[in-house]
């Protein structure tokens, strides 16, 4: 029985569901959730910012471990390297170079005449191969290419030393059956394909990529690009369905977990589904009136905290549910917290970089007749650190002490403190944003103690800036 390879296109494919932009911690919740899934493959979207962006994809790199990691190139030589840095420290990095072999599309996306393209495909291919073992040449509207160009490029490639290929039928139009007649009118014209894995992407325009999917196996293909959630794309779960019931007669199986596919898709569904139009998981509330009809208690032990963070979309590990279980028992002994302070206790101490600075306590003095003073006490490496410094008021005193640890003056480019519930107890929110060069990184704190809220979110910030100088 033949094993089909299984790569998951949901980060690339969510960002356009219901014009939802996710954040840092959502798309890195969703990557976490897919890599339970354990697909082959997990495809990363395109570098938009260079700072922001590619942070969050050596993140998410370093947090995969069950399955591959592909980052897509871009047409230059300095787009391959940039993409070639967010993925390098993956257990299983991939390099995907995405060509359009189509006339419309060499036109519209890289304004190339076809030799042009041909040549591009050459250089980069190469390049991308002495940068990564695994190199996946995406043929781009394959399915309405010139035929003699398509196989041209195809060669180009293989000879290059891209180790997948994959047929895009980006339009969508193709039928099962005609699908599988052009892979193996493909696969008889290019006998190098027999030393790659042969790939395909479906678009689901016509409702049937399921179908061509399964259609495509039988013409060869080996890998097929799917998305756990979204209508673009074969669906994950309905391909894993179809090989479990009929696998066995067909002769091929895939190696997803199927266990865990049905919670996680929720799960999944609900991260990138627009909050105004989502219902609540909690009985009694309605989350898009701004509604919440439950609390949490100091009598809710770490079980109920985990139950609710499920239900907000959460799947958090041990590690970051110690984390939010922390912060709650402490926020829980002065009031009751509803699932929005819940969720603001997650955003704050879960999901985040690799600390490389923890705040292990402070000491601060301040008054109106005397000038306010910080001591603070942080851990780093299993060491501790202490900084003493005095400042025009609590917090800039406590900026200073970090600073003072971290031996380093970073720019405060802006400061917020702000209310996120009402009442006297209400939780604070701040807001830090620290300028490192000509980069900005930004972090956030939340606590009834607006001062400690504001050293968390400075923390925050600072572990941002010393994640990236590391992986540089």
């Known amino acids: 029985m033949e094993t089909i390879r299984i790569t998951d296109m949901t980060l690339p494919a969510c960002a356009a569901l219901n014009g939802t932009s996710l954040s840092f911690k959502e798309r890195l919740e969703i990557a976490k959730s897919l890599d339970r899934l354990r697909p082959d493959i997990l495809e990363l979207p395109a570098l ?13 790199s370093t947090t995969v471990r069950n399955c591959g990691v592909s980052m897509p190139v871009g047409f230059t030589k300095e787009e391959a390297d940039d993409a070639w840095a967010a993925v390098s420290r993956a257990a299983k990095p991939r390099l995907r170079l995405e060509i359009p072999l189509s006339t419309v599309q060499m036109e519209y996306l890289c304004r190339k005449k076809p030799a042009a393209v041909l040549a591009m495909a050459e250089e980069l291919t190469a390049y991308c191969r002495s940068l990564c073992a695994d190199v996946d040449f995406c043929a781009g509207d394959a399915t ?65 990529a399921e179908a061509c999917a399964v259609s495509a196996v039988g013409a060869g293909a080996r890998e ?49 589904r627009a909050r ?43 590690e970051d549910l110690a984390k939010v279980y922390d912060a709650f028992r402490t926020a829980s002994e002065k009031k009751d917290l509803s699932a929005r302070e ?3 206790i997650i955003a704050s101490v879960a999901l985040q970089v690799p600390p490389t600075y923890t705040v292990k306590g402070f000491v601060i003095n301040s008054g109106s007749q005397m000038r306010a003073t910080a001591h ?77 809220a504001a050293i968390h979110a400075y923390v925050s910030a600072l572990n941002k800036i010393a994640y990236e100088e590391a992986v540089q």
């Open 144 to 208: 309405r290419a010139d035929p003699a160009f398509l196989r041209e490029a195809i060669r180009t490639a293989i000879r290059c030393g891209a180790t997948t290929v994959t047929v895009c039928d980006s339009a969508g139009t193709k039928l099962p059956a005609e699908l599988a007649d052009f892979l193996n009118a493909l696969r008889a014209d290019v006998p190098e394909l027999g030393t790659v894995t042969l790939a395909v992407r479906c678009v689901n325009e016509l409702r049937m």
């Open 224 to 272: 097929v690009k799917t998305a756990l959630v979204g209508e673009s794309y074969p669906s994950l779960p309905a391909l894993a369905h179809i090989l479990a019931l009929r696998g066995d007669e067909l002769g091929y199986r895939c190696d997803v977990n199927t266990m865990e596919m049905q919670r996680l898709q929720k799960q999944v569904s609900w991260i990138v």
């Open 342 to 344: 819940l969720e603001a």
């Open 376 to 452: 603070i006490a942080m851990e780093k490496d299993g060491r501790e650190l202490r900084g003493l410094c005095a400042g025009d008021g609590p917090i800039d005193a406590c900026f200073l002490a970090i600073e003072q640890i971290a031996g380093t003056h970073y720019e405060l480019d802006d400061f917020q403190i702000q209310a996120v519930t009402e009442g006297r107890e209400a939780m604070g929110s701040a807001f830090v944003k620290l300028r490192s060069g000509s980069k900005l990184y930004s972090g956030s704190g939340i606590s009834t103690d607006i001062i400690d």
């Open 48 to 60: 938009e910012n260079r700072t922001s962006d590619a942070l969050l994809m050596r993140t998410i």
């Open 276 to 318: 105004q139009d989502a219902s609540s998981p909690f009985e009694g509330s309605n989350r898009a009136k701004g509604e919440e009809g439950y609390t949490l208690s100091s009598h809710d032990g770490l079980d109920a905290v985990s139950k609710a963070a499920v239900h907000l979309g959460y799947d958090l590990s041990e």
